[in-house]
């Protein structure tokens, strides 16, 4: 079945250590987005990739970073974890036609989502 | 600029009775809105979607929602739930102000006594 895949689902990493999240997608959508979701609260927007270019969100701390190498595969860098960033992060595709659309009208497909635990 | 607001962030209904979970929308451009249904541990999963046309839209399990201009509202609702609806569900907006972005409400818990 096509997908979205999220690893590891669980990731313990030390207060200012770098750790890095990986999605992929079988589903071969142009665009991937990367979410934080703390408990109880809505998913918040980080960033997305529309094919290679990549659009971060005003808000996004500078802590966070992306890559995305190709059409399958998308990254998630904290450079010096926080507290604060403990969350779990969503990854999510979509195809959008219209150049405009990005996070639009189209279908968000979700991955299950890494829980980060910042110790 | 657009925003979602659930009414409820708890809601708790009997088994085999009305699901009836609440969203209104504030935006200054034509809305896309959405419910997405998020299961413990699980990404989110599309529930239904209105993008333009008949504004009572059916989606997946049973559920459905109207968009209610008038009211801005977009209620997701189910005749009767079944244990397995107990989940987070999400209501979302967006639409073209120059780019889009998708909002999501602060969620509303839904539990399902047997």
């Known amino acids: 079945d096509a997908m979205v895949i999220q690893n590891p689902r669980y990731q313990v990493t030390q207060f200012g250590k770098p750790v890095t999240l990986s999605c992929s997608q079988t589903l071969n959508h142009n665009v991937m987005y990367w979410y934080q979701q703390k408990s109880s609260q809505a998913p918040k927007l980080l960033f997305h990739y529309y094919d290679k270019d990549f659009n971060n969100e005003a808000d996004t701390p500078d802590n966070f970073q992306s890559r995305r190498p190709n059409t399958s595969f998308c990254f998630l860098d904290i450079r010096s974890p926080g507290l604060g960033d403990a969350a779990m992060y969503l990854c999510?595709?979509?195809?959008?036609?219209?150049?405009?659309?990005?996070?639009?009208?189209?279908?968000?497909?979700f991955g299950p989502g890494t829980r980060l635990l910042v110790l | 600029a657009q925003s979602v607001t659930q009414l409820g962030s708890h809601v708790s209904v009997s088994e085999g009775a009305l699901v009836l979970l609440r969203c209104n929308y504030s935006s200054s451009v034509p809305p896309y809105l959405f419910w997405y249904v998020q299961y413990p541990n699980q990404g989110l999963q599309l529930l239904l979607k209105?993008?333009?046309?008949?504004?009572l839209v059916k989606g997946i399990n049973g559920f459905e929602a109207e968009f209610k201009k008038s009211e801005t509202s977009f209620h997701l609702t189910k005749p009767s739930a079944h244990m397995s609806d107990a989940a987070e569900y999400f209501c979302a907006v967006s639409g073209y102000t120059g780019g889009f972005k998708t909002i999501f409400g602060a969620g509303t818990r839904l539990f399902v006594k047997a």
């Open positions: 999510a595709t979509s195809r959008e036609i219209d150049p405009r659309g990005v996070a639009g009208k189209e279908t968000q497909y």
């Open positions: 209105y993008t333009t046309g008949a504004t």
